[in-house]
């Protein structure tokens, strides 16, 4: 199949273009170089050329707090861009899969969510992916909205180097007052095609296992590695962050993804 991926640069692009290409698809890596998907015409002169089979949409305004300070331009990426890129997919008759968030929920349940859950962000880019997710299903027939959550991997910033990093601090302080599931960007390449074997609509991809809280994840994190770090749980009141986030976004996953700790080890193997 011949796969248009925007934001193919990005954590997950770099780990999912090479994914793809190894099950022996034809990858068309699309950025901001490329073209910028805020841009209508030279998105569609661009995709419409290329005439792809699926497109694959991660491009995003994705700084969760910076959001907060520049919601126009988050707008304007996640929900206007998603609009381009959808209405492309469907003048070309082709399937997309967007890329969307556990953060589109406000976290009051204390189950595993839904796919049929009501969405209810309580931040800049949660409200900004929802609306994103509803400009994609409108606008283009053939769509799949996967939401993921946590996503950690080799090609960007993420919580497990950070803690890495942090090792030899006096105290490390996480909070244990926000539950959710972390991801591996390879788990989430590895899988992401299996929902072009079901109908369209929306689906939840993100580590299995149980639920755990940020500090559970950095403790798991270090009992892995066998370094004893001096971590502290503390609530979000304690460590307060410029964008609220969900107490609990935790996502029944349909079993798509293995054990989120098996991925860990995994990446912890590969990067240590
Ligand atoms: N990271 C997570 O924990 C997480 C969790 C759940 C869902 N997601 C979703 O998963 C997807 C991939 O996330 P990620 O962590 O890989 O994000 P990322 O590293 O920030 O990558 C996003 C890519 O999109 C590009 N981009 C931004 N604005 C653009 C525009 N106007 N036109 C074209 N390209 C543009 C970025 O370029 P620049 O770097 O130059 O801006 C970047 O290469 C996103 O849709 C995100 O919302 C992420």
Known sequence: MKILVTGAKGMLGQDLCPTLEDKGHELIEADIHNFDIT???????????????????????????????????????????????AMCANKLDIP????????????KKTTPYLPKDKPNPINVYGKTKYMGEIEIQKNCKKHYIVRTSWL???HGKNFVDTMIKMKDKDIIKVVNDQIGAPTWTIDLSDSLLKVLDMPYGIYHMSGGGKPVSWYGFAKTIFELLNINANLIAVSSKEYPTIAKRPKYSYMDNSKFLRNWKLALKDYLNLTQ
């Not at 997309?96 to 976290?107: E, P, R």
């Open 39 to 85: 841009d209508k015409k030279n998105s569609e002169d661009f995709i419409l050329d290329k005439k792809p089979d699926l497109i694959i949409h991660l491009a995003a305004y994705t700084n969760v707090n910076l959001a907060e300070d520049e919601p126009k331009k988050a707008e304007l990426i996640n929900v206007a861009g998603s609009k381009n890129i």
């Open 96 to 107: 997309i899969i967007g890329i969307s968030t556990d953060y589109v929920f406000d976290g």
């Open 152 to 154: 950690y991997g080799v």
